[in-house]
């Protein structure tokens, strides 16, 4: 599964084996040793090393909480995976910009194939009679604008796709 908290993707396989799971995390894989007290509740295991946790999930994201950390995962869309799988690349070659909530479009500050520097003005989304400018987060090429000035939009819409070009 295709995980975002923040500005980073995460590729995410979970593997259970009896009372072990191992977590593969961007390529990274580790091994835990897992006690589920209830539902939601769990205690991990690694390398002698006791972990209390809590997850929760609805339709859009995975809410954990260990050690008294509160990091919530955003869902990727099956739309935002097939970006991701035609790029062929990892999340530090690409944004993936959506609305903060759902909201208007006020304006579309870029054009398709424009090049981008990290931190320039994207996008314009209105919510809540607040406007909010989306910036770049990276240096790229705007691969995709997936909407127009007076749209309106949801929180999980896809609004632009900016790519690091190829050297």
Request: hydrophobic share 35%.
């Amino acid at each position: 599964m295709l995980l975002k908290h923040g500005n980073e993707l995460y590729d995410v396989t979970i593997e259970r084996k009896s009372d072990s799971i191992f977590l593969n995390i961007n390529g990274e894989k580790q091994e835990y040793f897992i006690t589920q007290i209830n539902n939601n509740t769990f205690l991990l295991k690694n390398n002698g090393r006791n972990i209390n946790g809590y997850l929760a999930e609805d339709e859009k994201h995975y809410y954990v909480w260990i050690e008294g950390r509160s990091i919530t995962f955003e869902k990727v869309s099956e739309e935002a995976k097939e970006f991701d799988k035609e790029a062929g690349s990892t999340s530090s070659n690409k944004q993936i910009v959506k609305p903060p909530m759902p909201g208007n479009i006020v304006k579309v500050l870029v054009e398709n194939q424009q090049k981008v520097n990290e931190g320039d003005a994207l996008i314009i989304v209105e919510a809540m009679k607040m406007e909010t400018t989306i910036y770049a987060s990276i240096d790229g090429v705007v691969k995709e604008i997936n909407v127009k000035a007076g749209e309106q939009v949801d929180a999980d819409k896809i609004l632009l796709l900016v790519e690091r070009e190829e050297e």
